[in-house]
């Protein structure tokens, strides 16, 4: 249950930052106000921060799902389909995020910034182990349901 709180934590602060940066993405298209933050420099000019929104938006549905799962893992048992399922969405979702930032980060990299650059790329390779751990689990789930349906029907 811990773990359950601990999500829906998570997926409070990443709508609150999703919303951060969607007042920032009206306040760099809208036409009366000049930006303060120069996005020249990157690949994507001043599209960044959509990109920004729309990686925030993967990783917070990823952490969605692993919420979900634990829900399901509370309420039904730890061998369901319901949590294999969204289990394996999440790590879906989490590999996918993390393919996109390595992406992004390789798009905008600077020699200048190679220790960021680094510890970035570091916590993205994390983020697709997890992500990768996820759908393994998910499918130990499947399996370790099936031999719980099997031993109920052999009793």
């Not at 919420?67 to 590999?95: D, E, M, P, T």
């Not at 680094?118 to 370790?144: E, F, N, R, W, Y």
Request: hydrophobic residues 50%; glycine residues 4%.
């Amino acid at each position: 249950k811990l773990l359950n709180y601990l999500m829906i934590a998570f997926l409070i602060i990443g709508t609150f930052g999703l919303v951060l940066n969607l007042v920032l993405i009206m306040h760099t298209f809208s036409n009366e106000t000049k930006t303060t933050i120069d996005y020249s420099e990157t690949n994507l000019g001043r599209f960044t921060p959509v990109a920004t929104a729309l990686l925030i938006m993967l990783l917070i549905k990823g952490i969605q799902n692993i919420q979900r799962a634990l829900s399901c893992n509370i309420k039904y048992n730890y061998f369901n389909s319901r949590s294999a399922h969204y289990l394996q969405r999440a790590g879906i979702l989490l590999i996918l995020f993390s393919i996109l930032c390595i992406a992004f980060d390789f798009s905008n990299y600077k020699l200048e910034d190679t220790q960021s650059f680094l510890l970035d790329l570091m916590s993205h390779v994390l983020v697709m182990s997890v992500g990768i751990a996820l759908t393994a689990v998910s499918d130990l789930i499947k399996k370790g349901e099936i031999i719980e349906q099997e031993n109920l029907l052999t009793i």
